[in-house]
Each structure stands twice: as C-alpha cells, then as structure tokens.
C-alpha cells in the first residue's frame, strides 16, 4: 500500500523521466546529421524504428498523465 | 558527421533512462495494492521493458554491427582501449573486440582482477572522438592464444565522468 501524496511524487517522477526521453529522441530525430554515420543500407529501418519510440514515447506519457489525472481527482487516501 | 562515440553517448543515455523507468515502475508496483492503478503501472512496464530492448536493437543498427559478431572464431576489432587502474593509476592499452550499451569485451596481454573499477576511453577505429567512461570487470579469462579476454560492464551515470582523461600525457 503507498500513500497518494507517495504515488503522485512516483507518477510525477516517471512523467519527468519520459518528458526526458521525449526531449532526448525529439533533438536527434530533428538533426538532419544525425544518420549520417549510420550505415547507408540501416538508416531507413533506423529512422522508421526513432520514429515508432518517439510515438510510443508520446502514448506512454499520455498514460502517465492520465493516470496522475485519476489519482488526483480519486477519492482514496491509499493506493 | 555523427561518429560511433555519439551513437554509443546517446545510446547510453536512452537506455539509462529506459532502464531507470523499469526500475522505478518494478518499485511503485511492490507498494501499489489498488489493482486499476497496478494494472496501469504493469502495462507501462511491458511497454519499457519493450522499449529498453528496441534502444539495444536500434543502437546494433546505428553501429552497423550484427549481433552475430561475437559468433567469429577469430575477433575482429572495433579499436583500441586505454584502462585506468583506478586504485593504483596503472594504464594498460588493449583492443576492443566488442561493445554493447551494458559494456564491452577486451582482447588483452593481461589479466583483469573480477570486480576492478577501471577509467577508459575508446577509440573506434572509424570515429576520431574518444568514448570516455568507467567500467568494472565482470569477467576475464586466458585465451588459447595466450592472451586474455575480459567483459566489463559500464559503470551507471556515466555523464559524470564526461571528459575525465586516462592517461595524464594526454
């Protein structure tokens, strides 16, 4: 069991750490250069692959907005 | 020009993070007991826990080199290593035979202690920006050759250690 105020400090935590990630991937996938010492023949399956974890970057911080959502309108002290 | 040194900076940094999410989640997950939250946190996990290992898969692409590599009977090399005793300040100069985001494998003359805490920098022999950063020997035995192979796993926040230098000439 963990207190609501302990949850949304963890949830808030994770939201940080892929708020990071996010700003990580968006800063390369936004460099022109950034496939340039990839092999030729990898950087189309290289490029598609930054662009699914971008999007699945973006999903998972929705989720975790979502769920920081319902655990502060939630009516429980303890989760 | 990206180089293979940023490629592995920036890989590391991915799978730091990735890996970070992982643990955090595996954490709240021992504590939650309401089960709509936990259900929540257990699809995130399966989601991490996919995309550490797409960080490993796409970071193999980056690097233009097949898992397979480890398989050949006869290594070939991806460049030359400087190690840094950190207790005593011996260097030892050595060859990289294979790297990963975890760590990397090393050809050398020498035996490594299991456990040594080590200061590196890698030169790719494609990539003329060294790779600079703190390493533990897991493992390190004798080859048929005579020579020694040894696996060493990075050190975590491997940031801090940015620009530290390896040999005091240099």
């Known amino acids: 069991m963990i207190a609501k105020k302990d949850l949304l400090q963890a949830v808030q935590a994770l939201l940080q750490l892929e708020d990071d990630m996010l700003s990580l991937c968006q800063r390369q996938s936004d460099n022109p250069a950034f496939l340039s010492g990839i092999p030729l023949q990898n950087r189309p399956e290289v490029h598609a692959g930054f662009v699914a974890f971008l999007a699945r970057s973006q999903q998972n911080k929705q989720t975790l907005k979502n769920l920081l959502g319902a655990i502060l309108s939630g009516g429980s002290d303890v989760y | ?170």
């Open chain 2, 1 to 170: 020009m990206f180089t293979k040194a940023d490629y592995l900076n920036y890989g590391c940094l991915l799978q730091e993070k990735e890996q970070a999410m992982v643990v955090g989640l595996q954490q709240l997950l021992e504590q939650v007991t309401d089960e709509a939250v936990a259900g929540q946190l257990r699809a995130l996990l399966r989601e991490k826990q996919a995309a550490a290992e797409e960080v490993i898969r796409l970071f193999g692409k980056m690097f233009g080199m097949a898992p397979e590599l480890r398989r050949y009977k006869r290594d070939p090399a991806l460049g030359e290593v400087k190690l840094r005793n950190l207790q005593c300040g011996d260097t030892i100069t050595c060859r990289c035979l294979d790297i990963s985001l975890g760590g990397l494998c090393l050809q050398l003359s020498a035996e490594l202690p299991q456990g040594l805490l080590l200061a590196m920098e890698v030169r790719f022999y494609e990539s003329r920006r060294p790779v600079v950063r703190r390493a533990r020997v897991r493992w390190c035995h004798r080859t048929e050759d005579g020579q020694y192979k040894a696996g060493l796993q990075f050190e975590a926040s491997q940031a801090t250690h940015a620009g530290e230098t390896i040999c005091e000439d240099e």
